[in-house]
């Protein structure tokens, strides 16, 4: 392990080794198979993948692979439905992870998204966003946004030209935001922090504009308040997505799929004369009835692309590489999806959550 790849790899030289990971082939955590709906709860975790070699990695197919790195595990809010652990003041080894993402980059990854913790209170980030740019590679960067109630620091940011932002826009309220954060963002600020973005966004600064909400119980009855986002210069397009309980403690913040109906029901014909376009993530279905050809999940069963995934470690950084949505893996079915026309394209029910699903909330699609 002579050539500077290999050392950087191994860790010697200085550097913490940057472990390479691929997830098994294992029918069960195949998020397609049948077999998933079988497992009891499961996240994919380490023991799910095996270790590989740098070069055993580029052997794989990189052709539309996609590059998710995680910068830090820091982050300013601590959202109670986050797997980061903002305790871990770690950051990844860019100028290590920089060589298998140059190596990789010439087997033809173009695409990545950055995420933190918060990559926007991250020092390094626009450095990091000008590399990536360099070697030809589009980012998107995942970020809570707050940072960018400051236009100078936007503009740290634009001068590295990322493809886009997904801003996650967590609640409608103050009080909410402490609850569900730790921290009250005043809704003015992140009313501030989005004009500027899509003012940039209008004068075509980037192409990529999302604004992401979690969906949980404080924010269900009130759904209707994202609607002020038509007010904005340049709309972005809006996800909602379903919280996903990846703690026990996040099952309390559940929504109510009763109250989530009921919700949608005035939101969704809102948005429908609107122009916003608006996609869903980890929905039920059924819960969206004629508008399920708007969920992101029915795309991801036939998404079979390679994940790059980068993450900081204290004890070496490391990099695991999937196909498709393991994520996936954690949903279920319950009894009434046996009958149900769209099962072979419907992620089902998170499986922390079918207690909340079990007194006929579901209305399985007629063939
Ligand atoms: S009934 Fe089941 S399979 Fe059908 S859309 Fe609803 S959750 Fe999905």
Not at 193 to 198: D, I, M
Request: with cysteine; hydrophobic share 35%; glycine share 6%.
């Amino acid at each position: 392990m002579n050539d500077p790849v290999s050392r950087a790899v191994s860790g010697k030289g200085g550097a913490k080794p940057l472990k390479l990971y691929k997830i098994k082939s294992e029918p069960a955590l195949d998020p397609t198979g049948q077999t998933r709906a079988l497992m009891g709860y499961h996240a994919p975790t380490l023991d799910d993948y095996l270790r590989i070699s740098l070069l055993e990695a580029l052997d794989l197919d990189m052709r539309d692979a996609e590059f998710f790195i995680d910068l830090t595990f820091f982050c300013n809010l601590k959202c109670n439905y986050c797997a980061v652990s903002s305790k871990e003041r770690i950051a990844l080894d860019w100028k290590q992870s920089l060589i298998p993402i140059k190596a990789m980059s010439l087997m033809g990854v173009r695409s990545a998204g950055l995420g933190g913790g918060e990559p926007g209170i991250y020092q390094h980030t626009p450095k990091v966003l000008q590399d990536l740019r360099d070697l030809k590679i589009e980012t998107t960067v995942f970020t809570n946004g707050i940072w960018a109630k400051s236009q100078r620091k936007l503009e740290t940011f634009m001068r590295a030209r990322p493809r886009g932002f997904m801003v996650s826009y967590k609640a409608f309220n103050e009080d909410d935001y402490k609850k569900l954060t730790g921290v009250p963002v005043p809704t003015s600020v992140m009313k501030q922090a989005l004009g500027n973005f899509s003012r940039r966004f209008q004068q075509g600064e980037f192409q990529d504009f999302k604004v992401n909400h979690v969906v949980t119980s404080l924010s269900v009855k009130n759904l209707s308040e994202m609607l002020w986002l038509m007010d904005l210069p340049s709309p972005p397009t809006m996800i909602l997505t379903m919280v996903e309980p990846h703690s026990l403690s996040a099952i309390e913040i559940y929504p109510d799929p009763r109250a989530l109906i009921k919700s949608f029901s005035s939101l969704l014909p809102a948005l429908d004369k609107s122009a916003i376009t608006y996609i869903f993530d980890s929905f039920p279905l059924c819960l969206l009835g004629e508008r399920w050809g708007k969920s992101l999940d029915v795309n991801r069963f036939i998404d079979r692309r390679t994940r790059i995934y980068f993450r900081p470690r204290p004890d070496g950084d490391q990099i695991l590489i999937h196909k498709g949505y393991q994520r996936l893996i954690q949903y279920g079915y319950l009894k009434e999806c046996d009958s149900c026309a769209k099962r072979a394209v419907c992620p089902g029910i998170h499986k922390r959550a079918m207690k909340y699903y079990k007194n006929g909330v579901l209305t399985p699609f007629q063939h």
